[in-house]
């Protein structure tokens, strides 16, 4: 059943009782959302040395997510939230109904989790990156179990190749060798980082790897098609012990991102954005208009066709 939407006056309601919150009032606290169950989250209060709570959920609030930093006091003899604190950002993407579902606030770096099995789907992969782009999250993208290959193929489906060179960082990883988890743990320090991808490819593995003391559950490996169960059933947040905070999404078969009709789709890919500003046409869309910079780069191979192909999917599916 899709969530109940807020209508612009309840937002506007919303809003005006949130700015009216008396931070001084000693009965009202401050913490960080760890997760999500059902009518209620588990909160980090701010004051130090205090354990996780639970608070019940108001249900005027909209969708309070990992990441979400908050306000909470005591009512009716149970903690509840009472207000949401102003966000950097807020990671949405479209569900199988198509009904918007928020993912994680106040990221700063996307997780973006491959594997050699399954095999990586590079629509998906810029699915990420454009939703990533459009929220201005940085994106880092992890090759796992590669050591399913031969050590003599140093870029397995040539990601390094293709998203290097665009400014993307790509890291092969190994759970069995412990290959690159030192490397994975100083890239996600000092980030709020999510851990996204589609089941199977090792992210609760990963995220195991990166917390060894943490219990993660690792679910079977499909013999059919190499994808593993859903482990992780609801987002959660945890700590780094070098800093930074890494939070565990369940695995998606299809991102499916909220587009931006604002923000124009090339927006998403680093590489025709930037011929685009060489374009005739401010208002150029790239698919068939005269002089334009990236339909010439692609037909140069100065633009990946299948980067371009991914582009043109995405534009169509914006403008449905």
Sequence with gaps: MAKRKLSHQQKRRISKAQQSINLD????????IISHHGGEVEVQP????EPNIHCKLRTNLGAIVCGDRVYYRKENHDLSIIAIKPRQNLLQRLDGFGQLKAVAANVTQLLICLSIEPEPNLFLLDQYLLSAEQQQIDALIVLNKIDLVNANNPDPFELKKIYQPMGYQVIHTSIMNNFNIDTLQQCCSEHTNVISGVSGVGKSSITKAILPETEIPIGEISEVNKEGKHTTRTSRLYHLPRGGIL???PGVRGFNPVFDKNIPIASGFREINELAQNCQFSNCNHTHEPKCAVTNAVNSAEIRKNRYENYLKLLQESQK
């Design 25 to 32: 009032d000693k009965n009202t606290h401050q913490g960080l």
């Design 247 to 249: 939070i565990d999404t």
């Design 46 to 49: 701010d004051k130090q040395g």
